[in-house]
Structure formats: C-alpha cells, structure tokens
C-alpha cells in the first residue's frame, strides 16, 4: 500500500505560481512513477504530468507544456508539481497518483493505469 498526501493548492490570480507537493508514506522502498491530474467540475479527470521512477523522464499535457513541471525527491518521498503562468482554465481540483507497474515508462496517462490516489487538493486561478 502506498499513501499519497497531496498539500500546496489555493486560490491564486492569472498568472501566478503554485507548487503542489504530494508526500508518499508505506511502500515507498518499492519503485514507482508518478503522476497529476486534475478534475475541474463536471469533467473528467485529466492527465497533467508524470515522472518516472528515476526522475530522467517527465511528460505534460499540451495543455500545461511549458508552464508546469514536476519533479521528485526521492529520499523525502516527494513529488512536487510547480505551476506557473496559471490561467483560470487550471482550475481543479489537483490529484497525484502511484504507478507501480510501469515505473520506467515515460507516457502513461490513463486514470486505470495508477494504483493509488491522494485525496486531491483544489487549486483556484481567478481572472
């Protein structure tokens, strides 16, 4: 098992920064890669960002390339998911989530593919 705590969200204007953290505790000696997403209201989940268990490999959603970017630090067990430039479309509510089976590959984006959830943290960009 593999206990995901997400922290950092808020409410923050157009153009403003955010850093989510989203700590790890159980079977964090197991490797896995890591992912956002996000779940605006009365949409689905979405894809955001992801990491391989290593670090050497991220991928973005077109929608938040260039803007966002996630990292790990794996002696703290932590991921962090730094937004910048944010624009009220990135409204939602931010979720990180553990891959254990295919903590080496760069593109994993479907929701199925993660084993486990944090409980979400809301993120708010006001125009």
């Known amino acids: 098992q593999v206990q995901l705590v997400e922290s950092g969200g808020g409410l923050v204007q157009a153009g403003g920064s955010l850093r989510l953290s989203c700590a790890a505790s159980?079977?964090?000696?197991?490797?896995?890669?890591m992912g956002w997403f996000r779940q605006a209201p009365g949409k689905e989940r979405a894809f955001v960002a992801r990491?391989?268990?290593?670090?050497?490999?991220?991928y973005y959603a077109d929608s938040v390339k260039g803007r966002f970017t996630i990292s790990r630090d794996n002696a703290k067990n932590t991921v962090y998911l730094q937004m910048n430039s944010l624009k009220p479309e990135d409204t939602a509510v931010y979720y990180c989530?553990?891959?254990?089976?295919?903590?080496?590959?760069?593109?994993?984006?479907?929701?199925?593919?993660?084993?486990?959830w944090g409980q979400g943290t809301q993120v708010t960009v006001s125009s």
């Open positions: 159980g079977r964090t000696f197991s490797p896995y890669a």
């Open positions: 990491i391989t268990w290593s670090g050497g490999s991220t």
């Open positions: 989530a553990a891959d254990t089976k295919n903590f080496r590959t760069q593109v994993v984006v479907t929701t199925t593919s993660y084993d486990y």
